[in-house]
């Protein structure tokens, strides 16, 4: 006889095992808990089926379709765990905790599985994600002009052990019109929340947390409003460093991308760039004399910088880096520390 344990939200995420999430595909691609495996019980083909057959004759016989629909795939979905969870540990979870979730934590218990369900499914743990950051936590905003390599510093935080929630990481976009160059695709927004979400319920609230300066969209994905709104109050460590040493970086970063790329990226600031600045960027990129074409671009960035710096009411820290390695920046960031 088995006694399947269904566990809270926390309780569920803090538990030892590989994550399997049982809905189908599609719903996996939208939005999933980071880290968690797709392990479908349904093709989207197969959960539409079955959800038309319940709509039309009811949840009995959707029932019936779904184990006919399921059954033969049992002892397969067994030989793939033992795969994917060699301790025979797993956690599993599907919408709402019901019937899927259900139906193949049965399977593996019966097969020799120590299976943990999740109370309430996915959907309880996107409430979860939502309402995390309510309750404030300490942030310090690193800023500064494009090129000021504040990714490659808070990357040398993280070294220190310093918490770091690197948001374009996360987002796989730089946040300018270029951003993408370079970078796998950009996850949907409800995956973004969900990576963000994560790792703000693990930070010590008692430690400050480093996040770049970022307008409330990066790319396609939107920085959760509640979230934003404490970076919007936070105190800004303001990196500055010459202009030369910020077109290199720029150089260093976009040197590689596909010259057609960087022309079209530069197309979509044309209207706040200039017809006549934007012709002449991109006769420089044609030309590959990307640092002048750069140093033509950071025109309208600088600007756009500047006014988004001087619309914040908080305190701000300029910090001269010039000359300065990421690490050698970070050591001066923890140095100066502002009080909280």
């Known amino acids: 006889m088995t006694h399947l344990v269904q566990m809270p939200l926390e309780n569920f995420l803090s538990a030892s095992g590989i994550i399997l999430d049982v809905r189908s595909p599609a719903e996996y691609q939208q939005g999933h808990i980071p880290g968690a495996v797709s392990f479908p019980l349904f093709t989207d083909a ?9 709509k039309q004759q009811g949840r009995d ?43 193949v934590a049965w399977v593996l218990e019966t097969a020799g599985f120590k299976v943990i369900t999740l109370a309430g499914g996915y959907k309880m743990f996107r409430r979860w994600a939502i309402a995390i950051f309510e309750p404030p936590k300490p942030i310090l905003i690193v800023g500064g002009m494009t090129g000021t390599g504040k990714t490659d510093i808070l990357a040398a935080l993280h070294h220190t052990g310093s918490q770091v929630l690197d948001l374009e990481a996360l987002a796989s976009h730089r946040g300018s019109s270029y951003g993408s160059l370079g970078l796998p695709p950009q996850p949907t927004n409800e995956q973004f929340e969900n990576e963000i979400a994560v790792r ?117 820290y300029p910090i001269e880096v010039t000359g300065l390695q990421p690490a050698e920046i970070a050591k001066v960031l923890l140095t100066i520390l502002p009080p909280s």
């Not at 016989?61 to 301790?87: R, T, Y």
């Open 61 to 103: 016989e959707a029932v019936e379709l779904g184990f006919a629909i399921a059954g033969p795939k049992f002892s397969q979905f067994i030989a793939d765990a033992k795969q994917l969870a060699l301790d025979r540990h797993v956690r599993i979870h599907c919408w709402r905790g019901g019937m899927r979730s259900g139906a």
């Open 200 to 316: 703000w319920a693990a930070f010590d609230v008692n430690h400050p947390v480093w996040i770049e300066a970022e307008s409330n969209r990066i790319g396609s994905c939107r920085v959760p409003e509640p979230l934003f709104h404490q970076m919007n109050q936070s105190t800004v460590l303001e990196i500055k460093r010459s202009r030369s040493e910020r077109l290199s970086s720029l150089v260093q970063v976009y040197g590689t991308a596909d010259r057609q790329d960087l022309i079209s990226a530069t197309l979509r600031i044309q209207k706040k760039l200039g017809g006549q600045r934007t012709r002449e960027a991109i006769e420089l990129i044609q030309s590959d004399h990307l640092i002048e074409a750069f140093d033509v671009v950071l025109n309208y960035y600088d600007k756009t910088y500047t006014y988004d710096l001087q619309r914040r009411k908080v305190k701000i």
């Open 46 to 54: 197969e959960r539409a089926q079955v959800g038309t057959c319940y």
